[in-house]
């Protein structure tokens, strides 16, 4: 997984969890990045506030999942990804339980270059000024 729950701000260590329903016909992942739209979990997108991360994704009964949603999936299919059916927010009612904590720290893998702007500034620009100008 390249995302993960690195810890936490709070020296007690405590996540704030809700378990919230899955969006219909969603894919979710653990850690997914999740908002709230018309009451129900969905994946978040750029712009928009982030309400939490997925901690864990639960049967309605609020049992572990063990299937990954897929039509005719076996037992002990579930991995961490589940697909929720065309009909989970009235029927099957799959819940995710986010962290809501922003106290929560995650750590993630850099899969591009980090630090670069649209107009290329580097941090090297900002240490070009000679020395003798902060002599007085």
Do not use: C
Not at 24 to 47: C, H, P, R, V, W
């Amino acid at each position: 997984m390249s995302f993960y729950k690195e810890g936490s701000l709070d020296p007690h260590g405590a996540q704030i969890l809700r378990k919230e329903i899955i969006t219909n016909s969603q894919e979710t992942t653990i850690m997914d990045s999740i908002k709230m739209s018309s009451g129900f979990a969905a994946l978040n997108t750029a712009g928009v506030a982030v309400f939490g991360h997925v901690n864990a994704i639960l049967k309605a009964d609020g049992s572990p999942m063990t299937t990954s949603g897929a039509t005719g999936a076996e037992i002990g299919s579930y991995v961490g990804t589940f697909t929720a059916t065309s009909d989970n927010q009235t029927v099957a009612k799959v819940t995710a339980r986010i962290d809501l904590s922003q106290m929560t720290l995650y750590s993630a893998e850099v899969d591009a270059t980090i630090g670069k702007l649209k107009n290329e500034l580097q941090w090297s620009n900002f240490f070009k000024l000679p020395l003798l100008s902060y002599v007085k």
